[in-house]
């Protein structure tokens, strides 16, 4: 299932996106522990497919997709 959510990030100098925090719909906000790998992918639960960022959000390993201009959660 998709969770579509906001996303804070910043761009480094060679123009890569990386996410800093993840904001969901009813108001939570989490930081993002550590991204551990950077890849174009398809989902596999969810459908869709983009750039998939491999994070730690509080401990437990997610997949967060930028989706053309849209980020989702895999859930």
Known sequence: MKQYVCVT????????I???KVHWED?????I???TDIRR???LKAGGAGIRY??????KQR???LEEDRWFVEI
């Open 63 to 65: 997949y967060l997709f």
């Open 54 to 59: 491999t994070c730690l959000l509080l401990g």
């Open 27 to 31: 108001g939570r906000t989490f930081e």
């Open 9 to 16: 990030a910043q761009f480094d100098c060679e123009g890569r």
């Open 33 to 35: 522990d550590r991204i």
């Open 41 to 43: 992918a398809a989902s």
């Open 18 to 20: 990386m996410p800093i």
